[in-house]
């Protein structure tokens, strides 16, 4: 039996493919209506087609790059112009890129700047003071385990991973008088486009670590939100790993994670 619907609505970034796919089931799933966005509408498409059949929802697609700065007030408008209200805000849009920084291509380091950082940033500043009116509403910014140390063949993606957290954690303590919950979930190596999109699989962390599949980490995402855990690492490992790091010489951490990184 399919759970009421909820009248309420989640906008989903990054949700043709991955954790935000698997999240954007969740959500449908649970009884929300959707917005869901990313670069290819025709795959957006076919899950519009697909979770309003299997969960008699409403989904509306809004296709855009938001590693373009005027994609976020694009998207905003477009909620607005259709006189929705969202509840759930998920920022799951995110690249990365795997090489040395000094052999790296600017272009791709800042498209990846501009989408996990800018654009994540942008979109929350944008539809907070909708939230914010509401009795209760959610922001789910999806960070990663790399947000816990630096990473050394991956530099950037993990400075912007860590800037999720922090922005995450800092906004959850000024929003906590209000009825706005912000949770910043962090997986470990999950299989999903991204390692062919970032070029991981020439890299050894794949083969060093348990991959989580994207399902069971947007499951665990979406219990986390609901149970207003502000930070929500997937895998027992993970949290292990993020509980200690903190501990060590950062030297030592970087080093071994520069051992991890490597290539294969």
Same mark, same amino acid.
């Given at each position: 039996m399919q759970p009421p619907r909820t009248n309420k609505t989640a906008l989903i970034t990054g949700a043709s493919s991955g954790i935000g796919r698997d999240l954007a089931t969740v959500f449908a799933r649970e009884g929300y209506d959707l917005i869901i966005t990313a670069r290819r509408e025709e795959r957006l498409q076919t899950i519009k087609k697909e979770l309003e059949?299997?969960?008699?929802?409403?989904?509306?697609? @809004?296709?855009?790059?938001?590693?373009?700065?005027?994609?976020?007030?694009?998207?905003?408008?477009?909620? !607005?112009?259709? /006189? &929705? $209200?969202?509840?759930?805000l998920v920022n799951n849009a995110g690249?990365?890129? @795997?090489g040395l920084f000094s052999d790296s291509d600017w272009q791709k380091n800042a498209?990846?700047?501009?989408? !996990?950082?800018? /654009? &994540? $940033?942008?979109?929350?500043?944008?539809?907070?003071?909708?939230?914010?009116?509401?009795?209760?509403?959610?922001i789910m910014n999806v960070a990663s385990t790399a947000a816990f140390q630096?990473?050394?063949?991956? /530099?950037?993606?993990?400075?912007?991973?860590?800037?999720?957290?922090?922005?995450?954690e800092a906004i959850a303590n000024e929003l906590s008088s209000t009825g706005v919950v912000v949770s910043a979930l962090c997986p470990g190596p999950t299989a999903s486009e991204f390692q062919e999109v970032s070029n991981m699989e020439k890299s050894k962390l794949f083969e060093l670590f348990p991959v989580a599949s994207s399902a069971d980490v947007a499951e665990f995402g979406y219990r986390?939100?609901?149970?207003e855990?502000?930070?929500?690492?997937?895998?027992?490992?993970?949290?292990?790993?993020a509980k200690i790091t903190p501990l060590l010489p950062k030297k030592w951490v970087?080093?071994?994670?520069?051992?991890?990184?490597?290539?294969k």
């Open positions: 059949s299997r969960f008699n929802c409403t989904i509306n697609v @809004f296709a855009c790059d938001l590693a373009e700065v005027e994609s976020p007030e694009k998207l905003y408008r477009f909620v !607005n112009d259709a /006189s &929705l $209200t969202i509840s759930v690249i990365g890129d @795997f498209i990846m700047l501009n989408l !996990n950082i800018t /654009s &994540l $940033t942008h979109l929350t500043h944008l539809f907070l003071p909708d939230l914010m009116r509401q009795e209760k509403a959610y630096p990473g050394p063949l991956m /530099s950037v993606y993990y400075a912007t991973k860590h800037y999720v957290l922090a922005f995450s986390a939100l609901m149970k855990k502000q930070v929500a690492i997937y895998g027992f490992l993970n949290k292990v790993g970087t080093s071994a994670v520069r051992i991890i990184m490597d290539r």
